[in-house]
C-alpha cells in the first residue's frame, strides 16, 4: 500500500512540473479529442460524435510524433442512417515558440499548433455510400494548460478518406475539443522503477 500511494504522489509530481518543460524533446504526449462536430462538404454532411486517441513523442523541442486512432458515429437527422467513421494512423504536431513568426499567444498559458494526419480509414453509411482507404487530414489548434502538464485542447482540422468504395472521397472541416496530458520522460522512468520494487 506504501509504494502505491508513494507512485501516486510521483505522477502528480510529475504532473507539476515546469510549465516551460511539456513540449521539449524526450516528452509523451498522451490525449484525445472527445468532442467533434462537422459541418459536411459532400451532400448529406452534418453533425457527428468522435473519440480521437493520440499519443506522441517529442522528437525536437516543439515537435511531436506518434499515432491515433479515430472511431465516430453520426446521423444527420433522426430518420436518416447511421455513419460510421473509422481511422488508424501516423500523426505530427508543431507548437509555435511565443512571437515566432509574429504569432502571439492569446493566454499566457497556452500555445498554437498545427497538427497533420495520414493512416487507413473509412466511412460506412448504413444502407448507402461507403469509403475505405486513405485517411489524412490537417488543421490548427490551441492547447490551453490548465495545469503545467495538462491542457485542454480546440482543434479545427480538414479531415478526408480517399480510397475505395461507392464514394470516392468523402470530406469535412471538423471543430475538435479534447486535452492532452504531457509527461516527462524522466518522470515515467521514476514512477517504472519504484512500482517494480
Avoid at 467533434?36 to 506522441?56: D, E, H, M, V
Avoid at 515515467?188 to 512500482?195: F, I, L, Q, S, W
Wanted: overall charge neutral.
Amino acid at each position: 500500500m506504501k509504494k502505491l500511494i508513494f507512485t501516486g504522489l510521483l505522477a502528480v509530481a510529475g504532473l507539476t512540473s515546469s510549465a516551460n518543460a511539456q513540449i521539449q524533446e524526450g516528452n509523451w504526449l498522451v490525449g484525445s479529442s472527445l468532442l467533434s462536430s462537422n459541418f459536411g462538404l459532400n451532400t448529406g454532411g452534418g453533425y457527428n460524435i468522435q473519440l480521437t486517441p493520440k499519443a506522441a513523442y517529442f522528437v525536437a523541442d516543439n515537435v511531436a510524433v506518434g499515432g491515433y486512432v479515430n472511431l465516430g458515429i453520426s446521423k444527420v437527422t433522426n430518420g436518416s442512417p447511421t455513419a460510421f467513421d473509422y481511422g488508424v494512423g501516423g500523426l505530427g504536431r508543431y507548437y509555435l515558440s511565443p512571437g515566432e513568426k509574429g504569432v502571439d499567444n492569446l493566454l499566457n498559458h497556452g500555445r498554437w499548433f498545427f497538427e497533420g494526419n495520414v493512416g487507413i480509414g473509412g466511412r460506412n453509411v448504413e444502407n448507402s455510400n461507403s469509403t475505405t482507404g486513405l485517411d489524412f487530414g490537417v488543421g490548427p489548434g490551441y492547447s490551453y494548460f490548465i495545469t503545467p502538464n495538462i491542457g485542454l485542447e480546440g482543434l479545427v482540422k480538414y479531415q478526408g478518406q480517399a480510397g475505395f468504395g461507392n464514394e470516392g472521397l468523402n470530406s469535412a472541416i471538423t471543430f475538435n475539443v479534447g486535452f492532452s496530458i504531457f509527461l516527462p520522460t524522466s518522470k515515467g522512468r521514476e514512477v517504472m522503477n519504484d512500482v517494480k520494487n
